[in-house]
């Protein structure tokens, strides 16, 4: 590798949790001073998991009020419940209005992002369109909360797709992943 980039949760998220479980922000490693490379040539990226808000176009895109060239783009139900009617809509109008600095759009099939509301077919017609892969997420997988039908259909019908640990740890990124190559191998996906 030449490169790598790290994507930690925005300012909406870190806001959430923080007050969910009235902690101090640093408990959950949040600082922007972690991106820097200590222990070779690979350039270290500073990028976010940005956070849909509304069903407007808004997203947040920083870490520490600190905006990112690019993010992967999620939906954290806790985090925009309160203002979204239609996860549909707040898709649609942050894709269109946001989709040259999305790289990734993150666990489409898994709790947070409405597993159940969301009209997965609708998501990866707007992906496609716009050229932007979207996630098979190991971490949702390996906790038995991923909607397997939708996963089913993101596999089969999105043009780009990225395989991905959503790992916290470096015991998520190994054990996780036999998990998400158990499935692709038993549905013969590769
Ligand atoms: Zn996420």
Known sequence: MTEIAITDHSDACMD????????????????????KNVHNNVNLLFWVEADILNEDWDICTTI???????INLSAHKDVSWAN??????????????????????????????YWQEVDIEALIELANQYDIPLEINWSY??????????????????????????????????????????????NEYI
């Not at 089969?156 to 640990?165: E, F, G, P, T």
């Open 141 to 186: 997988l390996y906790k038995w909360a991923t909607n397997i039908e939708k996963l089913h259909t993101v596999i089969q019908k999105a043009n780009k797709l990225y395989i991905n640990s959503d790992s916290h740890s470096l015991f998520w990124l190994k054990e996780y992943r036999k998990w998400v190559i158990k499935f692709l191998e038993e």
């Open 64 to 70: 520490q009020w600190q905006e990112s060239e690019f």
């Open 16 to 35: 959430f949790l923080t007050k969910k479980f009235n902690v101090s922000r640093n408990t959950f490693r949040y600082s922007i001073r972690k991106w």
């Open 84 to 113: 979204i009617k239609s996860i549909d809509k707040a898709y649609k109008n942050a894709i269109e209005k946001h989709h040259k600095i999305i790289k990734c759009i993150c666990h489409p099939c898994s709790i947070p992002n």
